[in-house]
């Protein structure tokens, strides 16, 4: 449940970060998958026959476009997206309020300004291992106190 509500986090909380930068990810996350997320339990409730119509449309979608690949577990795929986008959407975005509300932490995701870290070509090995010699020195002066 926590990559469901991670999910949310990152699609609805954190929205105005990647809304400008990735408009496609933020049209298919925030709004067709947890946006519309009351409006499927709407028309599975009052429409409960339109289930068998998707089920068969998805079959046949899936045949169609992986016909020389088919397996058996092909037929799994409707139920497993129905459960994914009917059941664990919602649970996972009762479990972000639920995450947020514990730790008091809304999650919003700060970015870094300027440039981005560039790491040299070719970079010594000496400071790594002397740092490595300093944090041995800690902990032992550490267990002496």
Same mark, same amino acid.
């Given at each position: ?18 809304? /400008?930068?990735?408009? $496609? *990810?933020? &049209? #298919?996350?925030? +709004?067709?998958?947890?946006? =519309?997320? @009351? !409006? ?31 397996? /058996?577990?092909?037929? $799994? *795929?409707? &139920? #497993?997206?129905? +459960?994914?986008?009917?059941? =664990?959407? @919602? !649970? ?54």
């Amino acid at each position: 449940m926590a990559w469901f509500g991670g999910g949310f986090r990152h699609a609805v909380v954190n929205l105005h970060r990647y809304a /400008w930068r990735h408009p $496609l *990810f933020y &049209f #298919y996350t925030t +709004i067709l998958v947890y946006l =519309l997320t @009351p !409006l499927r339990w709407y028309e599975v409730i009052n429409h409960p026959l339109i289930l068998p119509l998707i089920i068969v449309l998805y079959w046949v979608l899936i045949f169609t476009f992986h016909w020389r690949t088919r397996r /058996w577990f092909y037929f $799994l *795929f409707p &139920f #497993y997206a129905l +459960i994914q986008i009917l059941i =664990l959407i @919602p !649970l996972g975005i009762f479990t972000y309020f639920r995450m947020a509300f514990s730790t008091n932490n809304i999650g919003l995701i700060r970015l870094r300004r300027g440039r981005a870290f560039v790491q040299p070509e070719h970079q010594s090995l000496e400071p790594i291992q002397g740092e490595v010699r300093n944090e041995r020195r800690l902990a032992d002066i550490r267990v002496r106190v």
